[in-house]
T-cell receptor, first 113, second 119 residues
């Protein structure tokens, strides 16, 4: 499984757009990029998944350059409730034959009023 | 969306006793379930992978005799912490993965977690 590197923490203010970048230099051809959000004392929640270019859903966008060695999670107009830890994971779409996910350290996003 | 539940949400037990944590997929069949442990201010660490009807696969360093996992049905997996000690106090999270090709498709769905405190 490809290793990922993310900033340990980020600060933002309400209403701003937040971009969290994840590096995954050793991403394999079959790997997808998935982002999860975790609030304190809760299980992670799936945000978005992509393979290349851009993916958008109701909560976020995921930008993946052509070389796929990095990706950027974009959260539009964050609110206080977006304060959480965001994890970037790289692996086969269904997690491979085992399906296990390997979590890195994540990025702690703090949104201030 | 797919829902995974855990029970109990928190538990306090005395050192030396055993405690069982249940993980259920409520609206889909989970062929594979995973158990994670998370210490304060740390990331999730995979403990084991369980497939319905077969023995669990444990990650390196996880004692299989201490953390007993049973995946008896397509909707239920249990983690039993045997002879618990204070150092086993942690946040235990399960996740479930559906059958490939059937909803839910892409991602694992996580339970809300169980806070275990061993006194």
């Amino acid at each position: 499984l490809a290793k990922t590197t993310q900033p340990i923490s980020m600060d933002s203010y309400e209403g701003q757009e937040v971009n969290i970048t994840c590096s995954h230099n050793n991403i394999a051809t079959n790997d997808y990029i998935t982002w999860y959000q975790q609030f304190p004392s809760q299980g992670p929640r799936f945000i978005i998944q992509g393979y290349k270019t851009k993916v958008t859903n109701e909560v976020a966008s995921l930008f993946i350059p052509a070389d796929r060695k990095s990706s950027t999670l974009s959260l539009p107009r964050v609110s206080l409730s977006d304060t959480a830890v965001y994890y970037c994971l790289v692996g086969e779409r269904y997690g491979g034959s085992q399906g296990n996910l390997i979590f890195g350290k994540g990025t702690k996003l703090s949104v201030k009023p | 969306g797919a829902v995974v539940s855990q029970h109990p949400s928190w538990v306090i037990c005395k050192s030396g006793t055993s405690v069982k944590i249940e993980c259920r997929s409520l609206d889909f069949q989970a062929t594979t379930m995973f158990w994670y442990r998370q210490f304060p201010k740390q990331s999730l660490m995979l403990m084991a992978t369980s497939n319905e009807g077969s023995k669990a696969t444990y990650e390196q360093g996880v004692e299989k005799d201490k953390f007993l996992i049973n995946h008896a049905s397509l909707t239920l997996s249990t983690l039993t912490v045997t002879s618990a000690h204070p150092e086993d106090s942690s946040f235990y999270i399960c996740s479930a993965k559906g059958r490939e090709g059937l909803p839910p498709l892409y991602e694992q769905y996580f339970g809300p977690g169980t806070r275990l405190t061993v006194t």
